[in-house]
């Protein structure tokens, strides 16, 4: 008993270490830099390890942002043996949870307010209620009974970039003034100009809004305005406001890890702003995103109902 408690200890330190190590590189870490100049952030990277990291803080945790050493060394644990099983299994759903490949210490994806909780909605913010679509019972009369997502339209700026069920690749590409971002889920490419030029005029909005990015020092700052009010919010379902405003911050903290912060502010929606943090590890499966073979109406989809089924030729 005394050795295996022994090996025990010796494999928590051990990991606990590592985990130090890893902090300092991040600290330390400077990123590669493109032909041109600017900071690599290139490449093909997953958002999966972060998937059991939920949005908002429990309240129980209070303002604990991280788990503590032994939360964080169980956390490691399961993640190990589910990684394990995943490897070893037969069938179809060999590797499913194979690809968490890091373990954090984030109690929730919200890290501003200090409780990791999303703020309260302004008085009259709750008239602008979403669908609630697939989740609930209905009635379904037009297309506009579904949300976007599952209309398969969109799930927004930060939709798009937090962890869900599957389909969390990010592909970066960088050119001279200009910065690319696809993710994989609703195949959604922002075309991000970084040369210094203006929003587009006020009458221009969609759901994905207007990106402009700058360079500060490592990090790349992406601010999305223009928004069209017809998604809904990040962690509550109501509407956001045309006064929605984004400001993502992107960092390679490490040669195989990136960070992505995301600011939201919606004066009209949220007593106040709010961040999110997630962590991405680059892709090891690949180096290209899966096809996300949804859109609006098609046979298999939620609006089929509504298309006459087709039929083959009848036999000559």
């Known amino acids: ?42 490449g093909t990277w997953s958002g999966d390890s972060a998937f059991g990291i939920p949005m908002q803080r429990p309240e129980s945790l209070g303002t604990r942002a991280e788990l503590n050493d032994k939360e964080y060394a169980e956390k490691v644990a399961r993640d190990e043996r589910a990684r394990t099983q995943a490897q070893n299994a037969v069938g179809s759903f060999r590797n499913d949870n194979g ?19 999303v703020p309260p909605l302004v008085p009259g913010a ?19 009974d579904f949300t976007a997502y599952d209309r398969c339209l969109t799930l927004g700026v930060v939709g798009s970039m937090t962890p869900k069920i599957y389909g969390n690749g990010y592909r970066i590409v960088q050119g001279p003034g200009v910065v690319v971002l696809m993710a994989e889920m609703i195949h959604e ?10 929003h587009v005029g ?31 919010s990040t962690g509550n379902p109501v509407y956001a406001s045309t006064e929605l405003k984004v400001v993502e911050r992107i960092t390679r903290t490490e040669a195989d890890v990136l960070r992505w912060e995301a ?4 004066p009209k929606t949220y007593t106040r702003p709010f961040t999110i943090r997630d962590t991405w590890p680059m892709e090891k499966w690949g180096t290209t995103l899966m096809e996300y073979a949804c859109m609006e109406g098609n046979i298999d989809g939620l ?11 009848a036999d000559e």
């Open 303 to 313: 609006l089929s109902g509504a298309i006459t089924p087709w039929k083959p030729p």
């Open 189 to 198: 490419a922002r075309v991000i100009q970084i040369d210094g030029r203006p």
């Open 126 to 144: 709750e008239k602008r209620r979403t669908p609630q679509g697939t989740y609930g019972n209905g009635p379904f009369n037009t297309p506009e």
């Open 99 to 117: 690809w968490v490949t890091k373990s954090f210490k984030q109690t929730s994806l919200i890290v501003d307010p200090p409780n990791g909780r």
């Open 263 to 266: 600011t939201i502010s919606d």
């Open 202 to 232: 006020d009458g221009i909005r969609s759901y994905m809004g207007d990106s402009r990015g700058h360079w500060e020092g490592n990090t790349l700052v992406v601010e999305t305005t223009h928004f069209n009010g017809k998604l809904g």
């Open 1 to 42: 008993m005394a050795r295996l408690r022994a090996t025990f200890l010796g494999a928590l330190v051990l990991m606990l270490s590592s985990a130090v190590i890893s902090a300092q590189t991040a600290q330390s870490y400077s990123a590669p830099k493109t032909p041109w100049g600017d900071p690599d952030l290139q």
